[in-house]
């Protein structure tokens, strides 16, 4: 039965934000030194009249999302063209609903279409991570901006009284029958957490270029202020978790390097460390070979070694690897494969028992991969695409929600702390770790409650826009642009 607090999108604009690292960030074989930030505000109205403006934003992260030999400038611009084509498809729609059920839709109608749309003969189509990552910063403004309708955060619509479709009607008929009574009646609200923290333990990302140690600089680093050094890192933010990038093709090398930042990290506190592989091993025994020695090199060490984390390729059907043997000896956690709740479920059944969640393949394939993770017995992480500026609001809404493992990956403060210097201005917590932890205590009122229109950040002209949104929903007003 409709709602008359359903919504349609009437209108959205898509900004580009380009953004510089402070430092390279190396993961598996990719390198990023710049990156393109999608920002998208939407204007939705609901049956009974509210209008809404909403905001959402992800990092076009293409090294990430479409890891390929293929120029980056012809990857770059085939997500841009993703990212406009689906605030266009949000506007043309046509259908009122929640906006998990409008993302459903979206998803469903649209998205592999734009996807074949937007390459051309020398990129052919835009893979399914990439195109998700493009299309997520509207989806997210989606979510926040029916919040703001509501006059409601928007993680409090997400039950029976907001939300017609249940769970069983979302993932519709992909679903497994024999599942299918599992998740009817349910809404994502009942795997979310009631009362989440206003604070999370923060992961520090060790990225495969990173300096570790005085003998590793090389005198180009920066002098900007910010630490170089892990140990710095480790005593500046009070870190405890450590997130350790690796190759996945140099076995000597991938030890040694656990070993470093483990033999660092325990000397100054550290707690909890991850192995991230990055989609580059092939064979289960590298990843056990690798385990075996840093247990016998540093038992300490394996002991805090939480999870492993993406050691093999993205696609689970080309690469249907069965990951069981590693699996009885530590978490193993998707992540890259992980693009909605279909892909867990092919994950879970290879023997994978966790899941990295992530707003950069949409709010509404979060929550979805969340629930049926939940259900499945399944550990939750939410993991870091270094999210700056307001990319970093829902990120650590969701984690807070998730009930995660342990807290949140956030790094932009590592790669480009400069970016996010306006939106700190309102949510200092946000930008910056202490003692370990970042804070949500700021994020207030409906939506997302990340307070657009108290951030003096001044937008350039729209890269794109479609139907019908005001130019003051961006303008400044009063310091802001909201």
Request: hydrophobic share 45%.
């Amino acid at each position: 039965m409709p709602f008359s607090t359903d919504i349609r999108v009437t209108g959205a604009a898509l900004f580009l934000l380009p953004v510089r690292t402070r430092v390279p960030l190396k993961f598996g074989a990719q390198v990023v030194d710049a990156v393109t930030c999608a920002r998208v505000v939407v204007d939705v109205r609901t049956r009974d009249g509210r209008r809404g403006v909403g905001w959402g934003e992800t990092p076009l992260a293409v090294q990430w999302g479409w890891p390929a030999r293929l120029p980056y400038d012809a990857r770059h611009d085939a997500m841009v063209r993703v990212a406009a084509a689906s605030a266009a498809a949000f506007t043309g729609l046509g259908v009122d609903g929640h906006p998990l059920e409008l993302g459903v839709a979206f998803r469903r109608s649209a998205l592999d279409r734009l996807a074949r749309e937007a390459g051309d003969a020398a990129t052919g189509p835009v893979p399914e991570l990439a195109a998700l990552i493009a299309a997520s910063a509207v989806d997210l403004a989606v979510h926040d901006a029916y919040g703001v309708a509501l006059g409601l955060d928007t993680y409090r619509t997400y039950g029976a009284d907001h939300l017609a479709s249940d769970l069983a009607d979302l993932f519709g008929p992909a679903l497994d029958p024999a599942a299918r009574s599992r998740f009817t009646g349910r809404r994502p609200a009942d795997f979310l957490v009631a009362d989440p923290p206003r604070s999370l333990l923060a992961w520090h990302l060790v990225g495969g270029l990173d300096p570790l140690e005085p003998g590793d600089l090389t005198g180009a680093e920066p002098d900007d202020g910010h630490p170089v050094l892990l140990a710095d890192w480790i005593r500046a933010d009070g870190l405890e978790c450590l997130k350790v990038k690796l190759r996945g093709d140099d076995l000597d090398w991938d030890i040694e390097r656990l070993l470093r930042v483990g033999r660092i990290g325990l000397a100054h506190g550290v707690t909890r460390f991850c192995a991230d592989f990055n989609c580059t091993v092939t064979d289960p025994s590298y990843v056990h070979a690798a385990l075996d020695a840093v247990t016998a090199a540093s038992p300490d060490l394996a002991a805090r070694l939480l999870y492993v984390e993406q050691p093999f390729p993205y696609d689970l059907e080309a690469h249907a690897i069965d990951v069981g043997s590693l699996a009885t000896r530590t978490r193993l956690f998707l992540d890259e494969s992980a693009h909605d709740w279909r892909h867990v479920a092919r994950g879970r059944a290879l023997g994978w028992n966790g899941v990295a969640l992530k707003t950069c393949k949409t709010q509404s394939g979060a929550l979805l991969s969340l629930a049926w993770a939940r259900t499945h017995g399944m550990d939750l992480m939410v993991q870091d695409l270094t999210n700056p500026m307001l990319a970093a609001i829902p990120h650590a809404l969701l984690a807070a929600h998730a009930d995660t493992l342990a807290g949140v990956e956030t790094n932009a403060m590592q790669f480009y702390p400069a970016a996010s210097v306006t939106e700190a201005g309102v949510h200092p917590g946000l930008y910056a770790r202490r003692r370990g932890r970042i804070d949500l205590g700021t994020l207030a009122g409906p939506g997302f409650g990340m307070r657009v229109g108290e951030i003096a950040r001044v937008l350039p002209e729209p890269h794109a826009v479609c139907g019908t949104i005001d130019a003051a929903a961006w303008r400044p007003r009063g310091g802001g642009h909201g």
